[in-house]
T-cell receptor
């Protein structure tokens, strides 16, 4: 149980285009999902907290208009990188709480974004 | 300020050489300390949750312990397949919500 999927696993796009990454909880409902960014050999950087049915809460320094997050259902959250530039190239990972009490996070496999 | 610090940053062991990783934390009102394993190019894999000082949990060659100020991840007789980055995290109360806060991780390499 507690499986989180991400799609796509990797994507290459041209500078100026937008890319959408999907995060799904496959066998549980997730009222809260998180989006992280990770640079090579560095730890996870929390970008935003996504709550079902409400606006995402972004961490300081994360551009809301560049990284659009939508949590439309209890099993799906999406991250759209708008007008991508090479500096947006990174490894993006989502996670979800399995329940309101345990606070255990289960992570997706990650999406490698390369902007050329 | 709430913080999570992991040490060492990197650790090289010979197969069978037991050791411990440390995660020290300063947080108001601990709501669980979490250990994860991350392999290169993959998302973190959940290992353990510890909720109160004195608690211990084991899984194969791994044993996690918790005190009021730190947690240890003990690795007994490690094998090369235990090579990975190990992350610890705590929940930090911010703006009415509990937000996960991660340490920088310990990169473990086990040589055959």
């Amino acid at each position: 149980g507690a499986v989180v999927s991400q799609h796509p696993s990797w994507v290459i796009c041209k500078s100026g285009t937008s890319v959408k990454i999907e995060c799904r909880s496959l066998d549980f409902q997730a009222t809260t999902m998180f989006w992280y960014r990770q640079f090579p050999k560095q730890s996870l950087m929390l970008m935003a907290t996504s709550n079902e049915g409400s606006k995402a809460t972004y961490e300081q320094g994360v551009e809301k208009d560049k990284f659009l997050i939508n949590h439309a259902s209890l099993t799906l959250s999406t991250l759209t990188v708008t007008s991508a530039h090479p500096e947006d190239s990174s490894f993006y990972i989502c996670s979800a709480y399995t329940s309101g009490f345990s606070y255990e996070q289960y992570f997706g496999p990650g999406t490698r974004l390369t902007v050329t | 300020e709430d913080q999570v610090t992991q040490s060492p940053e990197a650790l090289r062991l010979q197969e069978g050489e037991s050791s411990s990783l440390n995660c020290s934390y300063t947080v108001s009102g601990l709501r669980g300390l979490f250990w994860y394993r991350q392999d290169p190019g993959k998302g973190p894999e959940f290992l353990f949750t510890l909720y109160s000082a004195g608690e211990e949990k084991e899984k194969e060659r791994l044993k996690a312990t918790l005190t009021k100020k730190e947690s240890f991840l003990h690795i007994t007789a490690p094998k090369p397949e235990d090579s990975a980055t190990y992350l610890c995290a705590v929940q930090v109360l911010r703006g009415g919500s509990y937000i996960p806060t991660f340490g920088r991780g310990t990169s473990l390499i086990v040589h055959p």
